[in-house]
């Protein structure tokens, strides 16, 4: 567990500062699937303006495919400034990069 100088943990590891930073996160990510879920609803209906009467299929397969892309893009999106936000990334021991010559 990374200790800071004060003798407290830091970012993640931290259960306070890591119940706050997942609230947050899990509150994003809510709207974030209502925004996906009104989008996904918005994308059938403009289909349907534009075509007419929608096969079931093809309505089902168009609000699935928005809505879950939607919502992975968000969840991926969140870990990620979660993971940069926290401090996180500056807590990863990178012990490769001293290896690699990149001078050549």
């Known amino acids: 567990m ?7 943990p830091r970012g993640l590891d931290d259960p306070d500062y890591a119940a706050f930073a997942w609230g947050r996160y899990r509150r994003i990510l809510g ?8 989008t996904a609803i ?13 096969n079931f299929t093809l309505a089902l397969a ?12 968000a969840a991926l999106m969140g870990l990620m ?17 001293p290896e690699i010559d990149i001078g050549d």
């Open 31 to 38: 709207r974030m699937t209502l925004a996906a879920l009104a």
């Open 81 to 97: 400034f979660l993971s940069s936000g926290t401090g996180h990334d500056e807590q990863v021991e990178d012990r490769v990069s």
């Open 62 to 73: 168009t609000a699935l495919g928005v809505f879950f892309t939607m919502v992975l893009g």
């Open 42 to 54: 918005l994308c059938v209906l403009i289909l349907w303006h534009w075509l007419g009467w929608l």
């Open 2 to 8: 990374p200790i800071a100088d004060d003798g407290q």
